[in-house]
C-alpha cells in the first residue's frame, strides 16, 4: 500500500512539474510516505531528518511527510518537515505547495482519481480500498487512514482494463483488509467475489493477486470464487499473527487458533497447490515461553512456506500501548524471530523440494550477465522466486515456461523449456 501510495504521489509531483531522480542529494523535493505499523519504519525517518537539514543550508530542499503518520508522530515530525500532507488528500498538495512556490497553480483530483506513475511496466498495484475496522490492538492502520472506504467497482475494473490493454502480466488488488471491499457502501456495491471474479474474467491470461485478507472475513463465498478463478495465482498471504488464544485476544484479531486452522484446512481442501504465507509477531505484550511454542507449532500445523516475522515494537496511540505493558526484552524477541526463520528455513525448502520436475510459468524481474552466459531472477505464480541460466538473456517484464530443476531454501532453480 505504501507503494501505491508513492505512485500516486509521484503522478501529482509530475503533475506540477517535478522529475523523479534516483540521486537523493540532487533532489529539490523529498516526499515520505511513512508507515506506521512498526516503529522501526518511524526511526528510519528520523535517522534521515539530520541528513536534509544539513542539505538545505547549502540549497533549496522541500520535504513532504505524507502517508501513515499517527497524530503523535505527526506532532513530533511535522515541524522537521515543510509540508505535512494526508495521503488521502493529495488533492491539497498543488495549494500547499502553492503557499511556498505562489507561481504554482493547479488542481488536482481526490486521491483514487489520481492516476499513479506506475514504476513498473508489467506489474501493477491497484488500490480497491483504504482504512481498516478491525482496530487490532497493535495497528495504527485504523488512526492513520481512518475506516473502511470502497474505490467505485467501475472505477477499479475500467483502470485494471486499461492496464491490461497496455501489456501489464500482473495485478495486484490491494488494501488492508480486501474482503471486507464493498460492505461500507451498505448494498450499493458489489463484494469482493463478485469484483474478483469480474477482474479475472477481463483477459485470458494474466497473473491476479490480493493483499491482504483478514482471517475473520475470509468467506466461503471468497474461498468458492478464488478456486473458480482462472488468472488468480496459487498464492494467498493470510496473517495469523499469533498461535495462541490469549495472545489473539490481546491482539483483538477476532478469531480463534482452531478457527484458523479450520479456515487454512477449507482452503487447502479446494486449492491443494495453494502456496500460504503469513504474518507473524512475536513478543508481544505478556507472550510467555508456552504462547510461543504454540505459534511455532501453529506455523508447522498449517506449513506454510513464506512469513514476513515482526518482533513487536510498541506503537503510541494504538491500543496496545495504552492498555498493555511491552515486557518482552528485546533479547527474547530477537531469539524468538530467528527461532521461527530456522524453523521456516526447513519448511520452506521441503514445500521447494516438492516443486522439482514441475513445469512452472515465470515472470522475469531481473537479468544479469555472468561469466558469459546470463541469470535470469523471476517470480513463479506462486510467489516464489526462481533462477534461470540462459545463454541468451530473456527479457524483463515477460512470461516463460520453466522447468523447476533444483530446491533453495528460498526458492528454487529453473531451465528454459
Known amino acids: 500500500m505504501n507503494y501505491s501510495d508513492a505512485e500516486r504521489l509521484a503522478t501529482v509531483l509530475k503533475k506540477i512539474g517535478y522529475q523523479p531522480t534516483n540521486n537523493e542529494d540532487e533532489a529539490d523535493l523529498i516526499g515520505i510516505v511513512a508507515c506506521s505499523v512498526k516503529q522501526a519504519a518511524v526511526d528510519r525517518i528520523h535517522s534521515k531528518i539530520h541528513k536534509w537539514q544539513l542539505s538545505k543550508e547549502k540549497k533549496p530542499l522541500i520535504t513532504i511527510l505524507s502517508g501513515c503518520v499517527l497524530e503523535t508522530d505527526r506532532k513530533k515530525l511535522a515541524h522537521q518537515f ?10 491539497n498538495l498543488a495549494h500547499d505547495l502553492a503557499a511556498l512556490h505562489p507561481e504554482e497553480k493547479l488542481a488536482l483530483p481526490e486521491f ?3 492516476s499513479p506513475s506506475y514504476g513498473s511496466t508489467y506489474r501493477a498495484y491497484v488500490p480497491i480500498m483504504t482504512g481498516c475496522n478491525k482496530f487490532c490492538s497493535y495497528c495504527a492502520v485504523p488512526y492513520t487512514r481512518g475506516r473502511e472506504a470502497s474505490r467505485p467497482s467501475a472505477h477499479i475494473i475500467s483502470e485494471v482494463k486499461e492496464l491490461l490493454a497496455k501489456g501489464y502480466k500482473e495485478i495486484v488488488l490491494l488494501g488492508q483488509n480486501v474482503n ?3 460492505k461500507d457502501k451498505k448494498g450499493q456495491e458489489i ?3 463478485k469484483l474478483l471474479k469480474k477482474i ?3 483477459k485470458k491470461h494474466f497473473w491476479l493477486k490480493f493483499l491482504t485478507s483478514h482471517p475473520y472475513d475470509m468467506s466461503d463465498e471468497l474461498i468458492n470464487t478464488m478456486a473458480k478463478c482462472k488468472n488468480l495465482n496459487d498464492y494467498l498471504h493470510l496473517p495469523a499473527q499469533c498461535g495462541s488464544d490469549q495472545v489473539l485476544k490481546k491482539m483483538n484479531r477476532h478469531y480463534t487458533v482452531a478457527k484458523y486452522k479450520k479456515l487454512i484446512k477449507k482452503i487447502k481442501k479446494l486449492l491443494p497447490n495453494i502456496t500460504l504465507s503469513t504474518d507473524i509477531i512475536v513478543g508481544f505484550c505478556g507472550e510467555t515461553a508456552k504462547d510461543f511454542l504454540a505459534t511455532k507449532k501453529l506455523i508447522k500445523d498449517i506449513d506454510c512456506n513464506l512469513i514476513y516475522i515482526s518482533q513487536y515494537s510498541s506503537r503510541a496511540g494504538t491500543i496496545a500501548a495504552k492498555l498493555y505493558k511491552d515486557d518482552v526484552p528485546k533479547k527474547i524477541k530477537k531469539q524468538r524471530w530467528q527461532a521461527i526463520n530456522n524453523q521456516l528455513t526447513g519448511q520452506s525448502f521441503t ?3 516438492k516443486l522439482v520436475g514441475q513445469n512452472k510459468e515465470a515472470l522475469i524481474d531481473v537479468v544479469k550477465k555472468e561469466k558469459g552466459q546470463y541469470l535470469n531472477i523471476g517470480k513463479l505464480s506462486n510467489y516464489l522466486p526462481v533462477h534461470v541460466i540462459t545463454k541468451n538473456p530473456l527479457k524483463v517484464g515477460e512470461f516463460y ?3 523447476i530443476t533444483k530446491a533453495l531454501h528460498w526458492g528454487v532453480k529453473g531451465k528454459l523449456l
Open 191 to 193: 463484494s469482493f467475489p
Open 82 to 91: 515543510d509540508l505535512f500532507i494526508d495521503i488521502k488528500k493529495l488533492e
Open 180 to 182: 471486507s471491499y464493498g
Open 200 to 202: 479475472d474474467g477481463l
Open 351 to 353: 514445500f521447494n523440494k
Open 401 to 403: 515456461p520453466v522447468k
Open 112 to 114: 483514487f482519481d489520481i
